[in-house]
């Protein structure tokens, strides 16, 4: 063998082992992007042990939270006003852990990972029926959207009116039917009977231009161990009246507006 191919051979064998100590390819973490979130307020109505808990019952099941793009909640009552949300598809097992029945093995369902300063804040799956799930401490989660009307008063029944007199009056022109109110409620404040509730609504009137032009929206709340409250709502037709609303009333409510309590 004469020189030249002496050089080959060893350049052959050198590349040969370079090849054989390449380290193998590593897979890569799920791409996350920005997503838009859900809205809307929802309610926490199944919790599954996912590990034991000493108790059946879920301190979880009933709670409410939010999920803006300005505001969130969680299950266990934090609230963040600087949400950031990232979503990618996942196994929902991997998420809440076993639990999770509703979806098939190795299923890819949509993933809504939220944080919040920079802090994992919560982590949502994406359920086929519209529901979300999420895992909290030893608790598997199922939440489902509040409905808009379930968070209105029903108005109460008007009184009867009465008989009227035997007089033939002029017929009058039949009523036309009143226009679906398409105005959104704003939080004002809670109270802890009805009656104290019309009260400071009467108060809160006086300072508010927009809300002396309505009639109080009521709505009782059970808040477990710290018993029955009534929450009192304004009504806006849109952003900017909700913001003017809060302006007007300024330092005598805390928390005007709340989407949480919404």
Not at 196 to 207: C, H, I, Q
């Amino acid at each position: 063998m004469n020189r030249l191919a002496v050089i080959c051979a060893a350049a052959a064998s050198l590349a040969l082992s370079a090849c054989a100590s390449d380290p193998q390819p590593v897979a890569s973490a799920p791409a996350k992007r920005m997503v838009t979130p859900p809205g809307g307020l929802w309610e926490v109505v199944e919790a599954v042990a996912v590990d034991s808990t000493g108790t059946d019952k879920s301190p979880y099941l009933g709670q409410k939270l939010a999920l803006y793009e300005n505001s969130a909640g969680d299950p266990a009552g934090r609230t963040c006003a600087k949400p950031v949300y990232m979503g990618w598809e996942a196994d929902a097992a991997s998420v809440v852990g076993a639990a999770a029945a509703a979806a098939k093995p190795g299923e890819k369902r949509p993933v809504m990972d939220v944080t919040c300063d920079g802090e994992a804040f919560g982590a949502y799956v994406g359920m086929a029926d519209g529901s979300l799930m999420t895992r909290v401490n030893n608790w598997a989660l199922t939440l489902k959207r509040v409905p808009a009307e379930a968070m209105m008063a029903k108005a109460p029944e008007p009184a009867p009116a009465p008989e009227p007199v035997k007089v033939e009056p002029p017929q009058p022109e039949p009523a036309k039917m009143a226009a679906p109110d398409k105005r959104s409620i704003v939080y004002l404040a809670s109270y802890k009977n009805e009656q104290t509730a019309k009260s400071g609504w009467k108060a809160l009137a006086k300072k508010s231009s927009i809300l002396a032009k309505q009639e109080p929206v009521i709505t009782p709340f059970d808040l477990g161990k710290k018993g029955k409250w009534y929450r009192l709502y304004g009504l806006a037709a849109d952003e900017a009246e909700r913001a003017a609303i809060c302006k007007q009333l300024g330092k005598l409510v805390d928390e005007c507006g709340s989407r949480l309590r919404e």
